[in-house]
């Protein structure tokens, strides 16, 4: 089965640009979608199709996709953005999600 | 507001059975596929079954196939999931989501719900 790659943690400076990365074997080949989880909160879509914005998301979260690693970067990054970030894509008809990675604002 | 509300959720004991429901609200629900996605406390997602907009094609995590039945109805804007034969390792919170599209086998998940809490225990 298709495995999707996170870092457990990734921490950065307020103001400062985070990236977390998602790799998977030929990932560049699928739509890879990204989801920011707050605790106690749903699930937000940030980022679908490797690097399209949904309506009312911050220019500030821009994703890309090639070779094995997708990457999701926020930029100017701001305290609220602490949060767990995951990783989506299909597979064989199925859906696989990346083990998540935790966001720490300094 | 486009809403997912799941409810259903409680305490079974090993080898019950559960259905858990969702309403959804603010969309067109039969244009929509939709997907039950849940979450160990403290751990990562994991998605647990898919169905496209008029039930014609369905999906189930391997971990779940043979116990777990999806199915909707779209008169009542709702999604279920019933649960036979419970683990302990089915203890999760269920959320129900939207698919961007109305086939099942693309698309995001861009509206969730809360999510219901299952917890399986004798």
């Known amino acids: 089965s298709y495995v999707l790659t996170q870092p457990p943690s990734v921490s950065v400076a307020p103001g400062k640009t985070a990236r977390i990365n998602c790799g998977g074997n030929n990932i560049e080949s699928k739509s890879v979608h990204w989801y920011q989880e707050k605790p106690g909160q749903a699930p937000v879509l940030v980022i679908y199709?490797?690097?399209d914005r949904p309506s009312g998301i911050p220019e500030r979260f821009s994703g890309s996709n090639s070779g094995n690693t997708a990457t999701l970067t926020i930029s100017r990054v701001e305290a609220g953005d602490e949060a767990d970030y995951y990783c989506?894509?299909?597979?064989?008809?199925?859906?696989?999600f990346g083990g998540g990675a935790k966001l720490t604002v300094l | 507001e486009v809403q997912l509300v799941e409810s259903g959720g409680g305490l079974a004991q090993p080898g019950r059975s559960l259905r858990l429901s969702c309403a959804a609200s603010g969309f067109t629900f039969d244009d929509y596929a939709m997907h039950w996605v849940r979450q160990t406390p403290g751990k990562g997602l994991e998605w647990v079954s898919g169905i496209n907009w008029n039930a014609n094609d369905i999906a189930y995590a391997d971990s779940v196939k043979g116990r777990f039945t999806i199915s909707r109805d779209n008169a009542k804007n709702s999604l279920y999931l019933q649960m036979n034969s419970l683990r302990e390792e089915d203890t999760a919170l269920y959320s129900c989501?939207?698919?961007?599209?109305?086939?099942?086998?693309?698309?995001?998940?861009?509206?969730w719900g809360q999510g219901t809490m299952v917890t399986v225990s004798s």
């Open positions: 989506q894509v299909w597979d064989s008809n199925s859906v696989v």
């Open positions: 199709d490797d690097s």
């Open positions: 989501a939207k698919s961007s599209g109305f086939n099942y086998g693309t698309g995001a998940f861009d509206v």
